[in-house]
């Protein structure tokens, strides 16, 4: 049991001074298991601690893999808009614009908000709100030339077994059936699009492969 006193700063009592006594029933902790060999086959397949060690820098190595690898290709991508003097045609950046506008009012009045209240929690106007989204869709429609550029030049088909792999991994984040999720897309007309973005990434891969990286051994280029 502890007893404290002090002053109230609010309400109808402030000022006044109140004592406190507080009396401490019981007082619990998580006991966590021992990390030894009986943990390692309770977590997964592992008969020892050092395979579930083993296993877990693994997934970390993969990861970071991962992680430096999405950040070369957006490099790759970067320099490769800015070293073309390409200018993007006007109304197909237009008719971007207007679709990624209309997409983010969409996704601000779903949060019960407007362009307005957005503007005034960032700090902004409306007008630099549209310049900015214009201005990253410009870039946008430009790497996707560049790429489509790179796709022609380089003959980089996109095949049935690109589309199968792109739509099973549909499937699977969606938990439908494959054909369910292929069938949409063709009655919909979204399998040309999704073919488009397929062609475009395999054309950024085509790029990164043959960039010169320094740090990257020749190996690993190779490897791509």
Known sequence: MREFSDTLADGELAGEQISFTVLVKEVKAKKLPPLDDDFAKT?????????LKSDL???????KKEVVEEQLRGAVLEQLIASSDLDPPAKLVEGEFEHRL???EEELKRAGLTMADYAGQANMTELEIRSEIRG?????????????EVARTQDIEVTQEDLGREVALAAAQTQRDPQEVAKELV??????????DIMR????????????VVGRSVDEESNG
Do not use: C, P
Not at 57 to 63: D, I, N, Q, S, Y
Not at 201 to 212: E, G, M, T, Y
């Open 57 to 63: 820098r693994e997934r970390l190595a993969g990861v």
């Open 201 to 212: 990434r395999k054309a950024l891969d085509h790029v990164v492969q043959n960039v010169n």
């Open 187 to 196: 009655s919909t007309g979204r399998l040309n699009a999704v073919a488009a």
């Open 102 to 104: 209309s997409h983010f």
């Open 43 to 51: 977590v997964g397949e592992f008969d020892t601690l050092d395979d």
């Open 136 to 148: 990253q869709t410009a870039q946008s429609v430009k790497a996707e030339l560049l790429l489509e």
